[in-house]
């Protein structure tokens, strides 16, 4: 204890001379305390604020992203004139959905249109209105049709028989005037009555229009419309007359329930002499006082043969439209005009084919044209910084459709093909249905690949199709199309008006064109991958939707190695076609070509595609063919089984060699291929291989050898590009064999051979089925030729009219 005394008193010492210092020096550490905490503070708060304006700038980056899905691009609309703008195309049979029915090019146009019914005892056919496959008509098909002023159309619905047809007479304000008629007759043994219904009705899908109003008057229906203003549709007996007539005056949900809306207003009546009917009531039907009219069918029920005309005219307008026997007189000579036009654009009489085919090709051409529609709404859309589908801005939409009871609304690559056609018939209407899609681009350069505007199209669209995601593509073969137009017809592209609308969607092409290279890019340079593949465990071969050939076998395991070799050279023909343009219009070519010319490189495309051991072209990716599907019990015993896919040997990378089909052809059908090349005459070979792609009735989508041939891809898809015959990929076929035909080099004659060979297998196939069932089909068996799929399908089908005429 003494020896700790001394430190004690030291210690007491220290600290009290450190009191001090403390005491002395508190200022100086409270100052740097209080600098400290002000430091950190500022740190705090600068950390605080970088922290809110990151917040800030993601959300406002999010913000942005999102909605730049459903923001338009920036440019000059490529429709400058619509609707009264343009009077020759105002009124048109652009309901192609349904089997009779007329409208403007107004978003908020009265539509008119057909029903029908029969009175028997035996047989409950139910109405007809909507096309549709199951309905099961012996055939419906526009026999004339020029896309701008008339039309006739054969409705056989057996033991009855309806030809539509409608004349337009130009002149006034407002689009003009038309006559529709509407002739019924019967086999000579059958006395079965036939109620035939037409009506008006006004779309309120885009909300109230006010002055929008219909309403019957003095056994006419009346109208105004802010576009219109007044009109009038007259009931004009030609040939016979109702035995029975009556109309209702009501509301309806929409245009997508117009059939039930009638099924609604329909109450039995006891005929004295016709005994029991069922009439529309006249009487008090509309119930909801607040809603105005909106829908007026009149119903007639007549004995054939009857004739009818229906007669829009508007007020102020000459010369009146046509009846009677001035209609008759009038339709005849257009049918005539339109034979002798088709004729000579197409000059299949001179090339030796018959009557009965020459009249097959007007049909598909008027089918084609015939099921041109208008269409205005908005669609629905999803990109990766969207969480729920977002709609796309509201606009029109003018376009052909490829099937009116299955697919009455637009599809991007299909409208390519259309517009081949079309395009060949009639320049003017092609450019506007062009102009029409390109004015959907986004400020992203992507378009919507289906187009589904309106209740009438949305009610015909199964959920899961509805939405569509930005990163979908669809082949470029509209930019193909407008530039092989600019190609074949430079001279009438010099008018004015033309070049004025090719400067006007150059720079929409361009953004498409931009899109595809920023989005669809492969790993490998030069390479490109079709985005949108998912594995769900249930196909057999994941589908690739975007590729526009959906169940087309690709590698079995969707991975980002692939590479497809189909849009590779889609890429290469839209910079060429981009290059062509761009002459065209005397702007800048050199980076098109440059692409051109490195997609182009045969040794390139080789490396990434050609298989030295089948010595074909294929996609590369993760791939196995050892899959299958099998029916998997569930765990939950109150569960259904499904079928799901089993993998008995794991996918490696490789190229997709076993899937030899249409997608090997690609650097044949897009030209990329140099007319010496040797590989040029390795697909050659495989094309001209009946055990491979070739068949009495077109190029097979899939090689009988391919271990996915017509194979089911679920339980419930049946095969559909895998082995049928389409005339989409076969038109390109023959397209290329006569562009290698005609080049100077040793397959010159071989291709010259198989493009007359496969010309006459694909014409003689689809003429034949027609004249037997009646029909235009979706694809043909590459075993039997019959079609299959739905139909009518005028959409590419019609290409054969083409195919005849050697014109590609």
């Not at 009038?232 to 509301?251: D, F, N, R």
Request: charged content about 25%; some cysteine; overall charge neutral.
């Amino acid at each position: 204890m003494t020896r700790n005394m001394p430190r004690q008193r030291k210690s007491n010492s220290q600290s009290k001379s450190s009191h001090n210092e403390s005491s002395s020096s508190s200022g100086a550490d409270d100052n740097t305390s209080s600098t400290r905490t002000f430091k950190a503070l500022s740190m705090c708060k600068t950390f605080v604020g970088v922290f809110f304006l990151a917040v800030a700038v993601y959300v406002g980056t999010i913000g942005y992203l999102e909605t730049r899905v459903n923001t338009p691009l920036d440019e000059e609309k490529a429709v400058q004139a619509t609707g009264l703008n343009v009077p020759e195309r105002y009124w048109g049979t652009y309901r192609p959905g349904v089997y009779f029915g007329l409208k403007s090019r107004e978003p908020k146009s009265p539509v008119f249109g057909m029903m029908w019914y029969e009175l028997s005892a035996s047989v409950h056919k139910g109405i007809r209105h909507w096309c549709e496959q199951n309905d099961n008509l012996q055939t419906y098909t526009w026999l004339y049709h020029d896309g701008v002023t008339f039309g006739e159309q054969v409705i056989s619905d057996s033991p009855h028989t309806i030809h539509t047809s409608f004349i337009k007479t130009p002149g006034g304000e407002h689009g003009g005037q038309w006559t529709a008629r509407i002739n019924i007759t019967s086999r000579a043994s059958s006395r079965t009555p036939f109620v035939l219904v037409w009506y008006a009705a006004l779309d309120e899908s885009l909300g109230p229009e006010p002055e929008a109003r219909i309403w019957m008057e003095q056994a006419a229906i009346v109208g105004h419309t802010p576009a219109l203003k007044n009109f009038k549709i007259q009931i004009v007996p030609y040939k016979g007359a109702p035995l029975h007539t009556s109309y209702a005056e009501a509301h309806a949900p929409g245009l997508h329930q117009l059939k039930e809306k009638f099924y609604s207003l329909l109450r039995v009546e006891r005929h004295p002499k016709l005994g029991r009917l069922a009439v529309l009531d006249m009487d008090d039907v509309l119930v909801d006082k607040e809603k105005s009219v909106n829908f007026i069918p009149i119903q007639m029920l007549v004995e054939a043969p009857y004739v009818v005309d229906i007669v829009y005219s508007a007020e102020e307008q000459a010369p009146p439209p046509l009846t009677g026997d001035l209609y008759t007189k009038e339709l005849e000579t257009k049918k005539k005009a339109y034979e002798e036009r088709f004729e000579n654009e197409f000059k299949l009489t001179e090339k030796g084919y018959k009557a009965e085919d020459v009249s097959v090709a007007r049909a598909a051409l008027s089918n084609m044209v015939g099921g041109i529609g208008y269409f205005y709404g908005a669609g629905r859309v999803q990109s990766p910084y969207t969480r729920e589908p977002v709609p796309y801005w509201r606009a029109a939409l003018y376009t052909a459709v490829p099937s009116r009871p299955f697919f009455p609304r637009g599809f991007l690559w299909d409208e390519g093909f259309h517009g081949l056609l079309i395009g060949r018939w009639s320049l003017d209407v092609q450019l506007d249905i062009a102009a029409h899609w390109l004015d959907l681009i986004n400020v992203e350069g992507w378009i919507p690949r289906e187009q589904i505007l309106g209740v009438e199209a949305l009610a015909r669209v199964p959920k899961e199709f509805v939405v569509q995601s930005n990163a979908a593509a669809n082949p470029p073969m509209l930019l193909l199309q407008v530039a092989q137009l600019v190609r074949r017809r430079a001279r009438e592209f010099r008018a004015p008006h033309r070049r004025a609308a090719l400067h006007r969607m150059f720079p929409r092409l361009q953004a498409w064109y931009q899109w595809f290279q920023t989005t669809q890019k492969g790993e490998e340079p030069t390479a490109y991958r079709w985005r949108g593949r998912e594995d769900d465990g249930l196909q057999l071969n994941p589908k690739t939707l975007t590729s526009g050939i959906d169940d087309y076998p690709r590698a079995s395991h969707p991975s980002h190695i692939e590479r497809h070799v189909d849009l590779r050279c889609w890429m290469f023909a839209a910079a060429d076609a981009m290059a062509t343009l761009a002459k065209a219009l005397d702007r800048e070519s050199d980076k098109y070509e440059a692409t051109r010319d490195q997609l182009g490189d045969e040794d390139l495309l080789n490396e990434l595609h050609w298989s030295h051991h089948t010595q074909t072209y294929a996609d590369y990716g993760l791939h196995t063919d050892a899959v299958r599907l099998e029916r998997q019990q569930p765990k939950n015993k109150q569960e259904q089984p499904k079928m799901v896919r089993v993998v008995s040997a794991p996918p490696q990378p490789r190229l997709v060699t076993s899937a030899l089909g249409y997608v090997s052809l690609f650097p044949m059908l897009m030209k990329v291929l140099k007319p010496n090349s040797p590989k040029l005459g390795k697909i050659l070979d495989m094309l001209d291989n009946p055990e491979l792609l070739w068949s009495p009735y077109g190029l097979r989508s899939l090689s009988k050898s391919a271990p996915l041939h017509m194979a089911r891809n679920t339980e419930h898809d049946p095969p559909y590009w895998r082995g049928q015959v389409w005339l989409n990929i076969n038109y390109l076929a023959l397209h290329a064999l006569k562009h290698y035909a005609l080049a100077p080099g040793p397959h010159a004659a071989r291709a010259a051979h198989l493009h007359a060979a496969l010309r006459d297998n694909v014409v003689r196939n689809v003429l034949s089925e027609y004249k037997r069932t009646g029909y235009l089909w979706e694809q043909y068996s590459g075993e039997d030729g019959r079609g299959s799929g739905c139909r009518p399908f005028t959409g590419w089908t019609a290409l054969v009219v083409l195919i005849m005429a050697e014109d590609y």
